[in-house]
């Protein structure tokens, strides 16, 4: 990898359950509130594609961190989601 993609910061993007539904907020920006998760994660996917190096970071309606999905050379400190991989079930709520 480049030491140019490195040099980058990186933008995280949360999916988080708010008081009006769902949300996705970049850090230091301003949320913007869904319907329902699914609807969150796939816009919180979509503007993180448009950036050079980004995370999105989805939360458990209690909070809690679920998973976190890279894009674009985000170091691989932690595990990397994509649409392929079986989603691990619990017993938490996500709605």
Same mark, same amino acid.
């Given at each position: 990898?480049?030491? &140019? ?9 949360? #999916? ?7 949300? #996705? ?14 609807? $969150?994660?796939?816009? &919180? ?6 950036? &050079?190096?980004?995370? #999105?970071?989805?939360?458990? $309606? ?15 400190? #932690? ?17």
């Amino acid at each position: 990898m480049s030491d &140019a993609v490195h040099a980058l910061k990186t933008t995280v993007f949360r #999916v988080m359950l708010g008081e009006s539904g769902w949300t #996705v907020r970049e850090e230091g920006g301003e949320s913007t509130s869904y319907t329902s998760r699914r609807e $969150a994660m796939r816009e &919180a996917q979509r503007r993180a594609q448009a950036k &050079a190096v980004a995370r #999105v970071i989805v939360h458990y $309606a209690d909070s809690t961190v679920e998973r976190q999905i890279l894009f674009h050379g985000e170091p691989r400190s #932690v595990r990397t989601w994509r649409s392929e991989d079986v989603q691990r079930s619990g017993s938490r709520s996500t709605e």
